[in-house]
T-cell receptor
Framework: AQTVTQSQPEMSVQEAETVTLSCTYD???????LFWYKQPPSRQMILVIR??????QNATENRFSVNFQKAAKSFSLKISDSQLGDAAMYFC???????????FGTGTRLQVFP | DADVTQTPRNRITKTGKRIMLECSQT?????MYWYRQDPGLGLRLIYY???????NKGEISDGYSVSRQAQAKFSLSLESAIPNQTALYFC?????????????FGPGTRLTVT
C-alpha cells in the first residue's frame, strides 16, 4: 500500500529565511502525482505546488520549489524568503494515475518568526 | 463566491443523533470526495463519487453514508453519531479531464460529538 511520511511534526523559520519541509513516500507505481497543500488557521486546504513523477524537472511556484528525488522516493518543499503568511500546516500528498485517491502525510506545522 | 461550499461550518451534536453534512460545488466537476481530518493523522478518505450513479467507499467508511443528489451536491451522513467521529470534515472535487489530478477543497466542517 502507498504511504506518505512527513517526519517533521513542527518546523520554524525566521522571516526572510529559507526552510525545507521533508516528505517521503512508498509506492511500487512508476507514474503518479505529488502535491503540497497548505492549511492556514482558516482551515482551507490550498494547493501550493504539484509534481508529475514523469517530469525530471523540479516544479517551482514563485517562492516555493520542490526537490523531487524519484529513486529515493523523496519530495521536499523549499520555501524561500519566508513570510509571516506562510505560517500554516503543510501536507504532502500522493496520487497514482490509476486511482482517484489522495493519500496524505500527517502534516508539518510551520511557524514563521519576525 | 466559493467554488466548493460546505454547510454547516461548525456543528455540535450529541451521541446517537443523526447528522448530515452538505457539500455543493459550482466547478462542474464530476468527481467529489469526503475526507476526515484528525490531529496527527492528516486527511483520510471516507467516500468518493465519480458521478451521480457511482459511489465508492474510502479507507474509513464505517459509520458513514453518502448521497450524491446531483452532479453539484454530495452529502455525508452520520446515522448515529459517536464521540470518536469528532473531527474536521472536508469535501473536495476534481476534474480528470483537466489532467492535473488536483483536488479542490471546501472550507471544512468542524463537527463535535458530545
Amino acid at each position: 500500500a502507498q504511504t506518505v511520511t512527513q517526519s517533521q511534526p513542527e518546523m520554524s523559520v525566521q522571516e526572510a529565511e529559507t526552510v525545507t519541509l521533508s516528505c517521503t513516500y512508498d509506492t511500487s507505481e512508476s507514474d503518479y502525482y505529488l502535491f503540497w497543500y497548505k492549511q492556514p488557521p482558516s482551515r482551507q486546504m490550498i494547493l501550493v505546488i504539484r509534481q508529475e513523477a514523469y517530469k525530471q524537472q523540479n516544479a517551482t511556484e514563485n517562492r516555493f520549489s520542490v526537490n523531487f528525488q524519484k529513486a529515493a522516493k523523496s519530495f521536499s518543499l523549499k520555501i524561500s524568503d519566508s513570510q509571516l503568511g506562510d505560517a500554516a500546516m503543510y501536507f504532502c500528498a500522493y496520487r497514482t494515475l490509476h486511482t482517484d485517491k489522495l493519500i496524505f502525510g500527517t502534516g508539518t506545522r510551520l511557524q514563521v518568526f519576525p | 463566491d466559493a467554488d466548493v461550499t460546505q454547510t454547516p461550518r461548525n456543528r455540535i451534536t450529541k451521541t446517537g443523533k443523526r447528522i448530515m453534512l452538505e457539500c455543493s460545488q459550482t466547478k462542474g466537476h464530476d468527481r467529489m470526495y469526503w475526507y476526515r481530518q484528525d490531529p496527527g493523522l492528516g486527511l483520510r478518505l471516507i467516500y468518493y463519487s465519480f458521478d451521480v450513479k457511482d459511489i465508492n467507499k474510502g479507507e474509513i467508511s464505517d459509520g458513514y453514508s453518502v448521497s450524491r443528489q446531483a452532479q453539484a451536491k454530495f452529502s455525508l451522513s452520520l446515522e448515529s453519531a459517536i464521540p470518536n467521529q469528532t473531527a474536521l470534515y472536508f469535501c473536495a472535487t476534481s476534474d480528470p479531464v483537466a489532467g492535473t489530478y488536483e483536488q479542490y477543497f471546501g472550507p471544512g466542517t468542524r463537527l463535535t460529538v458530545t
